[in-house]
């Protein structure tokens, strides 16, 4: 931030916006008073004071205030505006923003540098000193002038009202003040378009300088031989494409070990060829068919699973109490307990039915269903049983319902289906049913709501849980 000196007289009103935007500090207000009253700022000027408006820009100047207490402080808005515009200069081009340069490469950033900023400040100097030309240094703004001339003229012909032709001669030179306030705001305009021409043409020079060093790596590679510079961006670019490839790949044999369960995985090389490695990517690009590819290895495959389960006791006393129950299943708990050594248990659909007692139905009921995101699940080969665990997404899905008709036909009244297997889309297929499930009431800012739970009490009979989805059947116990 710069502080405004009393003893800084010299006008910059052809420099500085008509508007100036600053935090909400309490000096700002007395300064900026102070600077317009001494004719440092135009009289026009205004101060917005907006908090945080600022604040990214801000931290570009952090590096000028470790520096200027040894240099006492700026003495004028000159050089504290030519430092903190030097310095956003430096980090606009860190950050990318001046075309046609890569910020990233310091290199690149120290040959502009070199080769452009002495000719640029040239150029903004020139464009400086035509704003200032003009024979306005010595006034608070150049409509000024015009706006004093108008009084002035006012005043001197006023007792020379009633004399024939003052009114015609008075309005002559309204005229001409108004032409001269137009005249004087486009000469305004000059230097702000002289400094984008000047800009332009130094991002042209930039341009075909590039140009120039683009068409020279294209000659050398040509040649057979590259530049050291050049080289290590290639491979540093190899590097980058490798390592995309190879993390795809590793991806894929996680969700291939979910699909198919199995331990075994591919042995990827990351210090393999591109070409191979994509190779390898495009047989595996079109999941559907991997998914096959996996369920193909089960003998006997996948089939359509509906099993229900009724909820304990103890979980719906904490429903009536809580408005939430938590449960985790397993294959000696759970809606295939029971079944024998079952494998790759997936569900896509879950349902939650409340038993109510006579006349106590509410017109609608809701369940939010959510899993803890811990996965098991098992398989069963050449008579051996494996187990797998998994950490995937958490799912959080609402199922709703109408309890008045839904003893009629429960599919006709289901009004949100709760398919929790679109949790899942975008990494795996569908959830395992050995996890932690919860169930609640809905919840409004994360607290459910008291009148809707306590509506419950002495209307709930029972809860049944009901799952849809597919399981590879114990081939021992069934076949």
Not at 118 to 144: C, H, I, K
Not at 264 to 274: D, F
Not at 302 to 325: M, N, W, Y
Request: charged share 25%; glycine share 6%.
């Amino acid at each position: 931030m710069v502080a405004v000196s009393a003893a800084s007289s010299r006008p910059i009103s052809s420099r500085y916006e008509a508007t100036f935007g600053t935090d909400k500090h309490a000096s700002y207000p007395e300064a900026f008073a102070a600077s317009v009253k001494e004719r440092v700022l135009p009289s026009d000027c205004k101060l917005r004071r907006v908090k945080y408006l600022n604040n990214i820009i801000e931290q570009d100047h952090r590096a000028i205030r470790r520096r200027w207490r040894a240099m006492q402080c700026f003495r004028s808005f000159h050089t504290a505006g030519r430092t903190i515009e030097g310095a956003e200069a430096a980090h606009m081009m860190r950050k990318g923003q001046v075309k046609r340069l890569d910020g990233r490469d310091a290199v690149v950033r120290a040959k502009f540098v070199e080769s452009h900023a002495r000719e640029f400040a040239n150029q903004m100097a020139t464009a400086r000193r035509e704003a200032r030309s003009g024979g306005l240094d010595d006034a608070p703004s150049a409509s000024a002038y015009w706006d004093q001339l108008w009084v002035e003229v006012e005043t001197a012909l006023a007792p020379a009202a009633q004399i024939k032709g003052a009114a015609e001669y008075l309005k002559e030179l309204k005229v001409m003040i108004i032409y001269g306030r137009a005249l004087t705001s486009a000469q305004a305009a000059i230097p702000p378009i002289t400094q984008e021409l000047a800009q332009a043409n130094l991002l042209t020079k930039l341009a075909e300088d590039q140009g120039e060093a683009i068409t020279e790596q294209i000659q050398t590679l040509q040649t057979g031989t590259a530049s050291s510079a050049l080289a290590v961006a290639l491979w540093l670019r190899h590097r980058s494409v490798r390592r995309a490839v190879f993390t795809a790949l590793q991806d894929f044999d996680a969700a291939h070990r979910y699909w198919a369960l199995t331990v075994e995985r591919p042995q990827r090389n990351p210090s393999r060829s591109i070409r191979d490695l994509a190779d390898d990517l495009l047989d595996i690009a079109e999941l559907q068919v991997s998914v096959q590819r996996a369920l193909a290895s089960f003998r006997p495959g996948p089939q359509p699973l509906k099993p229900s389960f009724e909820v304990p006791a103890t979980a719906v006393a904490d429903f009536l109490r809580d408005g939430s129950f938590a449960i985790r299943f397993t294959p000696d708990f759970g809606p295939v307990a029971g079944w024998g050594n079952v494998g790759r248990v997936r569900v896509q659909e879950v349902r939650a039915w409340v038993i109510w007692n006579e006349g106590k139905r509410p017109k609608s009921m809701e369940f939010t269903i959510g899993t803890d995101g811990d996965y098991y699940d098992q398989r069963v080969e050449s008579g051996e049983l494996k187990e797998f665990r998994f950490i995937g997404p958490r799912v959080n899905r609402t199922f709703r319902y109408d309890p008045v008709k839904a003893d009629r036909s429960r599919e006709d009244f289901i009004t949100v289906h709760a398919r929790v297997a679109d949790d899942f889309r975008a990494q795996y297929s569908e959830p395992t049913l050995f996890t932690g499930w919860e169930f609640s009431l809905p919840k409004v800012k994360g607290i459910i709501d008291r009148e809707a739970l306590a509506a419950l009490q002495g209307a709930v009979k029972g809860i049944e849980l009901e799952f849809s989805g597919n399981y590879i059947k114990d081939a021992d116990r069934f076949s």
